[in-house]
């Protein structure tokens, strides 16, 4: 009587998590990177996909308590990406980006790429070379 019990309560918890709940958070998780949250919250989006897999991975193996909590941890990660796209997510790259200028070997603050002695520190007025070397 307890194996019928057991059997029966396994198989309503495997309806309970179907594919269709792990495919449906998938699909939401697509849905918000379209909107570009993925800028605003790379690590929210990594970690609903990364659970996301092994949700999948665990059901297949027939473990589905842990496949349930992967699935809600994924879950919660994609509402903390639509609560950020309440906030003040500007849905793409940062428009600040910050420029990076040429390597400096000698510190003489002339990029090597313009510095005629990239290895020797010298004045700008000598195109970087020191006075001894021109």
Not at 67 to 73: E, P, V
């Amino acid at each position: 009587m307890r194996f019928v019990l057991w059997v029966v309560a396994a198989l309503l918890f495997a309806c309970a998590l179907s594919p269709q709940h792990i495919a449906d958070e998938r699909r939401r998780m697509e849905g918000l990177k379209r909107q570009g949250l993925g800028w605003c919250s790379p690590v929210q989006l990594a970690r609903a996909e990364a659970h996301l897999d092994f949700a999948q991975a665990e059901r297949k193996r027939g473990q589905w308590r842990r496949s349930q909590k992967h699935l809600q941890t994924a879950q919660q990660a994609l509402t903390e990406m639509e609560a950020l796209e309440r906030s003040n997510c500007h849905h793409g790259p940062p428009h600040h980006l910050l420029a990076i200028e040429g390597i400096d070997s000698d510190g003489d603050g002339i990029p090597d790429s313009e510095d005629a002695c990239p290895r020797l520190a010298g004045p700008a007025s000598n195109q970087g070379c020191p006075p001894e070397a021109s």
